[in-house]
Nanobody
Framework: QAQLVETGGGLVQAGGSLRLSCAASGRTLSRYNIAWFRQAPGKEREFVAAIDWIRGTSYVDSVKGRFAISGDNAKIVVYLQMNRLQPEDTALYYC???????????????????WGQGTQVTVSS
């Protein structure tokens, strides 16, 4: 089982950057597709980005050109680099793993088996 831990959240001004990290206690993430989701207060959890290690990456339209998902060479950590952050990006960000490794990567919450506890990202205007 993948026990995922997210780090890197925080408070940033609009236009700033943050990098989130997702790891599974030092174990390889290459057995899973990894995605980032986010959930703002009063809203449903939404897909942000995913990496499937074969075809590459996918993003929700609202973050294309601003966010980038990537993995380290050992596929132990998956990052979400977030640039030009806006107040509407404020949310609890979750890392999720899909053991079925769907191609293309899944974008719905029910297709992901494992979830982290989330890391808060707050963007001030």
């Amino acid at each position: 089982q993948a026990q995922l831990v997210e780090t890197g959240g925080g408070l940033v001004q609009a236009g700033g950057s943050l990098r989130l990290s997702c790891a599974a206690s030092g174990r390889t993430l290459s057995r899973y597709n990894i995605a980032w989701f986010r959930q703002a207060p009063g809203k449903e959890r939404e897909f942000v980005a995913a990496i499937d290690w074969i075809r590459g990456t996918s993003y929700v339209d609202s973050v294309k050109g601003r966010f980038a998902i990537s993995g380290d060479n050992a596929k132990i950590v998956v990052y979400l680099q977030m640039n030009r952050l806006q107040p509407e990006d404020t949310a609890l960000y979750y890392c999720a793993a899909d053991s079925a490794r769907r191609i293309p990567a899944a974008t719905t919450t029910y297709e992901y088996d494992y979830w982290g506890q989330g890391t808060q990202v707050t963007v001030s205007s």
